[in-house]
């Protein structure tokens, strides 16, 4: 138990008169606080809803399993941080949703708060239960747990939402959910056909929380963040991120030297990260960098790039602006040949990796961590077998320049992802899984450090990325036989699904296998603004 998690009061929390506000939203984030507080996205809608001055939101994570006992033994409900209100109290209970593991944790939160599972079930009385974030981009799997999603980017749909919302807070739940199946981004089950994803065009001026909530106890990214771009130009093949935060769009410099004045200022934290998925490509991330590490050197301040290329241009600069010289640095490959590399559009030669890993050692870091995927679209035994000599290459490397150089293999299992150019292509099974990471460790150099992601939570991943509606009651029954906090080694036990498929007579299999091209997909009605034609025509 870690009471720290549960009591609120953090430096920068709002406690408004929930009696002034006249509507209110509970942010709701389905894992563990330490996980919950280092996203950014509830920070901010945290910060535009307590802007408004006749709104409120207040905050509540997914209870660990001690919790939960304890509230169900004490027939106690979930409540938020800030006021401790039940979630039956307020208007809006919105879901943020990363990842597809935590999909039973919703369950726990909705029994917990006594709201029905199921929208249908719902009354008159009970909040409207929204979701958002990356998983919306399929909402089939979880369609029946919520009222309505919003698809895409919400710093201007979520105002928009409030204002539908106020004038129609004493009307039945049918008239709101018709209201807000109004909204552009907003999908709602059993009213909406389709969705097109919202994002932000003037993203320089979107707004950001520059007084964020300071937690108590150390959190999964434990910094202050300044995003400076969204969406990225490469278009790998198998990157969903990539695919569905287009256009490419950057934040001016004065804006971002502002914000992170402002996030320091405020928050004491003692490292400021320049957030996007390349940070590189932003024209001006070199001059920004620099400036914000002469300026906060004295006060003892790292300026982290944690999405950079790797390459020596990233290499040095990322040296030059740190005051705490990195122990390591991550590269992604993705496949071990060159050939595989250019089927899945990973934009990098076998000459851009040797540079960049030679700038690497040539700075006196120390350790290389390698991202390799295995499953790949046509790969062979050939470019799993070239994992292991493009690690030894790298080992050979570093040790021309230290006795201490340690390279790190990392392997996860390629899941094909909705609105990606590989969505149509098969996931390989656990058995296929652990044979090719046999197969590598086997024919690796020792002093190569190998790890690998769970083949069996990869396996339920790939199942609810490309599932379809049948999966709501799958996720009901797994949880009634136990299932929580999937995505913790320590909590996941693939056979409480095996058995929720097998009661249910579905078999999760069909999940993984190839999809032909002319298939209708259950996420086709999801609009990301690149069509299908986009998607095929880069598929090869």
Not at 82 to 98: A, C, H, R, T, W
Not at 334 to 353: F, H, P, S
Not at 424 to 443: F, G, P
């Amino acid at each position: 138990m870690k009471p720290a998690r549960y009591v609120g009061n953090e430096l920068h929390s709002i406690h408004k008169d929930w009696d002034k506000c006249s509507l209110r939203v509970a942010l709701a984030y389905p894992d563990l606080y330490e996980v919950g507080m280092s996203n950014l996205g509830v920070q901010i809608l945290y910060h535009i809803i307590n802007e408004q001055p006749d709104s409120l939101a207040e905050r509540v994570f997914a209870p660990w399993p001690d919790m939960e006992n304890q509230l169900t033994t004490n027939g106690s409900q979930l409540t938020t941080l800030e006021s401790n209100k039940p979630l039956k109290d307020f208007d809006l209970v919105g879901f943020s949703l990363g990842h597809e593991l935590t999909y039973t944790n919703i369950v726990t939160m909705l029994k917990l708060a006594n709201i029905p599972v199921f929208r249908t079930e719902r009354k008159e009385d009970d909040p409207i239960i929204l979701a958002g974030g990356p998983c919306t981009f399929n909402p089939e799997p979880i369609r029946e747990l919520f009222d309505a999603f919003v698809v895409g980017e919400g710093e201007e749909v979520i105002l928009e939402l409030l204002n539908i919302l106020k004038p129609f807070r004493q009307e039945p739940r049918a008239i709101r959910l018709q209201a807000l199946a109004k909204i552009s981004g907003i999908f709602v089950p059993g009213i909406s056909q389709q969705v097109k994803k919202r994002f932000v065009a003037d993203f320089s001026h979107a707004p950001v929380p520059t007084r964020p909530i300071v937690p108590f106890i150390e959190t999964i990214h434990d910094r202050a963040a300044v995003e400076v771009m969204r969406g990225c130009k490469w278009g790998c093949k198998f990157c969903q991120a990539g695919w569905t935060t287009l256009p490419v769009r950057q934040r001016d410099q004065e804006r971002i030297l502002q914000i992170a004045d402002e996030l320091i200022k405020n928050t004491g934290h003692e490292e400021l990260s320049l957030l996007s998925l390349s940070s590189s490509d932003h024209s001006q991330i070199a001059e920004i960098a620099k400036i914000l590490a002469k300026k906060y050197e004295k006060q003892r301040v790292n300026i982290a790039l944690p999405s950079m290329r790797t390459n020596s241009f990233s290499v040095k600069l990322a040296k030059e602006i740190s005051r705490v010289r990195s122990s390591s640095i991550t590269l992604a490959p993705e496949a071990g040949t060159q050939r595989l590399r250019d089927v899945i559009g990973k934009n990098m030669t076998e000459a851009d990796i040797e540079a960049g890993v030679r700038a690497v050692f040539d700075e006196g870091i120390e350790a290389i961590k390698l991202y390799f995927m295995i499953g790949l679209p046509t790969e062979t035994d050939e470019d799993l077998l070239g994992i292991c000599q493009l690690g030894e290459k790298i080992l050979r490397l570093g040790k021309e320049k230290t006795r201490r150089a340690r390279v790190t293999i990392n392997l996860s299992t390629f899941i094909p992802k909705p609105h990606t150019p590989l969505q149509w292509e098969r996931q390989i099974s656990i058995e296929e899984t652990l044979i090719k990471q046999k197969l590598i460790k086997q024919h690796a150099d020792r002093r190569l450090d190998i790890r690998w992601h769970d083949a069996k939570t990869s396996f339920l991943e790939g199942v609810f990325s490309r599932g379809d509606a049948k999966l709501n009651q799958v996720i009901v029954k797994a949880w009634e036989l136990g299932a929580r906090f999937d995505a913790w080694s320590e909590h996941f036990q693939l056979d409480r699904w095996l058995q929720a498929f097998k009661e249910l007579a579905l078999d999760p299999n069909q999940y993984l296998q190839e999809r032909p091209l002319e298939e209708k997909l259950p996420w086709d009605y999801v609009d990301t603004g690149v069509n299908k034609e986009v998607l095929l025509k880069c598929r090869r």
